[in-house]
């Protein structure tokens, strides 16, 4: 099993910068890959930027060049740096982690705001 605890979701203007963070705790040794997933209001989940245990990272189209996803240095805590934040960014933010088996585990999410 392994749990997801993410902080640093706020409200800010359009063209701020946020920076969440996910902390990985249980069976992170199964580590496969880990990522951000964001949901908006009446819309379905989706892929924000994941990275894989040898480092490759993917981002979706809407955020590239914008969003940076890194691991830190204890490799169980994965960052989301979110920088020139748009209205459409407003959402739930959600860390994924998926293990050796394919199995995914999710995060109770973080609300992104963005102010016009």
């Known amino acids: 099993q392994v749990q997801l605890v993410e902080s640093g979701g706020d409200l800010v203007q359009a063209g701020g910068s946020l920076r969440l963070s996910c902390a990985a705790s249980?069976?992170?040794?199964?580590?496969?890959?880990m990522g951000w997933y964001r949901q908006a209001p009446g819309k379905q989940r989706e892929l924000v930027a994941t990275?894989?245990?040898?480092?490759?990272?993917r981002y979706a189209d809407y955020v590239k060049g914008r969003f940076t996803i890194s691991r830190g240095n204890a490799k169980n805590t994965v960052y989301l740096q979110m920088n020139s934040l748009k209205p459409e960014d407003t959402a739930v933010y959600y860390c994924?982690?998926?293990?050796?088996?394919?199995?995914?585990?999710w995060g109770q999410g973080t609300q992104v705001t963005v102010s016009s």
């Open positions: 994924h982690f998926r293990d050796y088996y394919y199995v995914d585990y």
């Open positions: 990275i894989a245990m040898g480092g490759d990272t």
């Open positions: 249980g069976s992170t040794f199964s580590f496969n890959a």
